[in-house]
């Protein structure tokens, strides 16, 4: 539909930088975005008339997760910049290359750099779009819900490592709009190295809230939800969200469950927990692209897919990223400019849609994705098993409801009177 | 002393590249840096048979306190990277920078970059020498108070800008030292752009906190002494620290004056306030120095100078950096390396002591030199002018009481009982 038809025949290298890691325990490593890469450039290849000119010559550096990611883009620049940059992911390690990046002219789009700092392209960030939706994109699902049901206060528990930090970044998002809406903000900040976690004072602080949002490793989560199961917090004075974006498929077979005395009494808690996850698309190109790309990936001797699992929106947005490029690129050239006008071809990418490999993508005039989310629900008690109740759809802020949701799940039921004293509420 | 003396002529040229904002608003512009660094390249060349032989090469470029840093080394680098860098002071800047450095193998020498992260010499910031005492070593003055005078409990009150952030950064090295000394530490951040700040909500911290320290514009810290004078706290409940290290010499003539009818209230409260500020020496040489660079910072059209001030630490720290580079590549030469063994160089400045411009300059084994600071108090109570009342010597943490020290001040009364309930001390 969008894609540009060219009149006049096109030969055009590309000199592509692909930053992210080479550890393979990272859902977005190198060996394992290299297939979508591979994919994309075939695909384009092969589109007689369209973008069968573009010569992508695709380079993969590491980026350690950290600051390798900007040593390498500016030792092998010295002798000649790429012309695209494809990564980083990690915060960290995306925002030394896409200051510098966009200090040289050169776009980067990634799939990651999901953190809120990221949305201020007016300086440093210029030449970022972002093919994945990120923290901010999906805190819009609980302003929405905020909104639809009425909730006012909120007691935020994550997990920070001080390191990559993904649960940090993930509610600051949240924090950002919960918080320009005035809704009343608690804060509880776990630290896995000194784990053990004090439960106690979790508790405490639940006391006040209506709504808690957690964003913690699989252990904690079922600590809390245990405690505030014993506590009667899970009978409607409260609702418990768990933000999980990136293991959306293996979600809900059984998180609860460990093979420990607690399982029964666990299962019971977490009929109480609404998973906000990414919304993931089953278009039919999409299935064929996923079985493609896992089957490389696992010749690559990568492992990390279970049966079923499609490949991760990492793995599907570096694809969508390089389609993407072609389509400003092209309308670039046609403009009578070229590979080099950086600004340029960032801003053809901006504020537009397009058919990317699992469905409609669209960028906002921010050069960011907009993103659909879902809420699962635990909605067979018996066998504990969850499915997803609710979709956000950002691209025009609605809520759709589906045949499992149930209002009573999130509404408050009249809530205790507060035992505990008021606490001052400072920012963080 | 501790000069090489050498055996035979040398010849060296040195490339160095000194990265400072322009902005002469900085107290380390290069206009300001510039004389003193002119000084000590003057002094090395007429140095017959020891420095003669060492020709620096000196490039200026804008840090811009900011990105603009590390742009400016890698655009200027891809040619010919520079064989030491003197600068980058903001925090934000020299993080970039030294890193990069580090990676290269390029010996960083600052005044500034005194943020508690830079102590971490173990990775991105191996190659980083601080010739002027970090935040954590001006800490060091409140641990060895705390331990003195038997103090508990603290509140640090300071103003986070979001940019530069110097007071986030000061007090965070005073609160690392602190918290691992298990003193109860409370927290208040004040947001400069949201001022009106709320002094009703300080002072039902203060009640909790014996030991008040403020790191703030001299505006919010009249106010906040005004308030705490009027609920008596100035009276002996509690102890009041500001933390004002680079002004020194400008404090204590009139700062809770402002010529409103607040001044005879404000001068009673500062009484109660003690300034901690960094002890400057003035041995004959550096009077000499101070007027030779002020004469030519004058002369390049740079003002801020009044009578009598000497030049700043940034200034005084630049200079030394050039003559404790010396010495490290002398000896280095001496064993056989030459200018390129960028991690010998570095490691030859650490664990020593020189004379610098100032005095004695001491590295620690860590590559941070060691500070000594002052307190001073208002001891004409009529003219409300201040003094030096106590030193603290890093070298040995000893501190030394001055004839204008009384305990009494520094003694706290009996506290009145709280009236409000405990809060949770978050960390932040």
Redesign the interface.
């Known amino acids: 539909l969008l894609l540009p038809v060219w009149t006049s025949a096109i030969n055009e290298d590309i000199d592509v930088l692909v930053i992210l890691p080479k550890n393979n325990s990272y859902l977005f490593s190198i060996s394992r975005v290299t297939p979508a890469i591979e994919y994309a450039r075939r695909k384009m290849r092969s589109d007689v008339g369209l973008y069968s000119g573009f010569n992508f010559n695709v380079h993969y550096d590491n980026s350690d997760c950290g ?1 390798e990611a ?2 390498n883009l ?1 030792d092998r ?2 002798k000649k910049k790429p012309d695209l940059i494809l990564g980083p992911v990690c915060e960290y390690a995306a925002a ?1 290359v896409v ?2 990046a966009s ?1 040289w002219n050169i776009p980067v789009i990634s799939a990651g750099a999901l953190a809120t700092g990221f949305s201020n392209k007016e300086k ?1 960030y210029s030449h970022l779009t972002r093919v994945a939706p990120s923290y901010l994109k999906m805190a819009e699902t609980f302003s929405a819900m905020f909104h639809h049901f009425g909730w006012k206060t909120a007691l935020f528990i994550f997990d920070d490592d001080k390191e990559e930090r993904n649960c940090y970044f993930t509610l600051e998002g949240v924090h950002n709009i919960l918080h320009s809406e005035d809704y009343k903000i608690d ?3 776990i630290h896995p190295k000194d784990y053990r976690v004090d439960i106690e ?1 979790i508790i ?1 602080y639940t006391y006040e809230s209506e709504v808690i949002i957690m964003c913690a490793g699989a252990n904690v989560i079922r600590d809390i939800m245990l405690a505030a199961h014993r506590r009667m917090f899970t009978s409607g004075t409260n609702v418990f969200f768990n933000i999980e974006l990136f293991n959306s498929s293996s979600y809900g077979n059984g998180s609860w469950k460990r093979g420990d005395k607690y399982d029964a009494e666990a299962k019971q808690a977490y009929a109480a927990l609404n998973t906000v996850t990414l919304l993931r698309s089953v278009k039919e190109e999409f299935e064929n692209f996923s079985v493609e790309v896992k089957k490389a990936t696992q010749k690559a001797g990568v492992y990390g897919y279970e049966d079923g699992d499609n490949v991760n929106v990492f793995v599907e947005g570096f694809h969508d990223a390089l389609l993407l490029y072609a389509l400003a690129l092209g309308e670039v050239m046609k403009n009578g400019s070229n590979k080099k006008d950086g600004a340029q071809i960032t801003h053809r990418m901006w504020n537009r849609s397009f058919e990317g490999i699992a469905g409609q993508v669209s960028i906002d005039a921010n050069g960011d994705r907009s993103g659909d989310f879902s809420v699962m629900a635990m909605t067979d008690h018996e066998a504990g098993t969850f499915e997803v109740v609710m979709n956000y759809f950002g691209i025009n802020g609605s809520i759709q409801v589906l045949p499992g949701f149930s209002r009573e799940r999130f509404t408050l039921k009249d809530r205790h009177r507060n035992p505990f ?1 008021e ?2 509420n ?3």
Chains 1, 2 share one sequence.
């Open positions: 600051n900007l040593f500016v620049s010295c030394q200051r510098m200090h440093e804060i509880f900040e004072e405490k004293p606490h001052p400072k920012s963080c």
